[in-house]
Each structure stands twice: as structure tokens, then as C-alpha cells.
């Protein structure tokens, strides 16, 4: 079973930045999008964002122009860089890879989630 590690988490001032990564142990199959997610205290899960295997991005509103998500292919690797963080920001962050095995059989892998508390 593939792993999703996580990490890049932490306790930033409001202002400050982070840079999440997500590393799976190994990859099989096709990767078709790299996403991350958070959950705050009382609140549903909500996708921040995503990038599709082509490069393709797509952002919640609320962290447009403030947040990046990028891929490394050679590694399969993806980031989250955080900047000007706010206090709304404070979840728990879990990254997310789906893809497909082989023709019919898809992947969904999850990672266990790193804290993001901004706060002054």
C-alpha cells in the first residue's frame, strides 16, 4: 500500500508563510491530480487546491493569490506554499493523490494530515 507523507506544517504569525510537501513512498499506475485539503475544528473538509498531471491548477477563492500548489514529476512530489497566511487559515492539511492502477481499477491514496496554526 502506498504511504503519503507529510510535512511543512508548523505555528506561523498571520503575515507569515509555510511550504507544505507530500511524498508518497512509492507510485504505481498513473497519477491524474495531486490535491490538498484542510479541515478546521467544527468545519467540513474543503479543497484548497489541486494541479492535474498537466499542470493544471485550480484554487478555492479564499486562498487565490496567496497560495501555490506545484508538482515535481521526477519525484512525484507535491507542494503547497502558503503566504500571507491568516488566522482563518489554522486546519489540518491532508494531501490527496488519485490516478489509475490499470484500466478500471482507480487509486485514491490520503495522508494523515500536518497541523497549520496561524496565530500571533
Do not use: H
Amino acid at each position: 500500500q502506498v504511504q503519503l507523507v507529510e510535512s511543512g506544517g508548523g505555528l506561523v504569525q498571520p503575515g507569515g508563510s509555510l511550504r507544505l510537501s507530500c511524498v508518497p513512498s512509492r507510485t504505481a499506475g498513473v497519477i491524474n491530480a495531486m490535491v490538498w485539503y484542510r479541515q478546521a475544528p467544527g468545519n467540513q473538509r474543503e479543497l484548497v487546491a489541486e494541479i492535474t498531471s498537466g499542470g493544471s491548477t485550480n484554487y478555492a477563492d479564499s486562498v487565490k493569490g496567496r497560495f501555490t500548489i506545484s508538482r515535481d514529476n521526477a519525484e512525484n512530489t507535491v507542494y503547497l506554499q502558503m503566504n500571507s497566511l491568516k488566522p482563518e487559515d489554522t486546519a489540518v492539511y491532508y494531501c490527496n493523490v488519485r490516478g489509475v492502477l490499470r484500466p478500471g481499477v482507480p487509486i485514491n491514496y490520503w495522508g494523515r494530515g500536518t497541523q497549520v496554526t496561524v496565530s500571533s
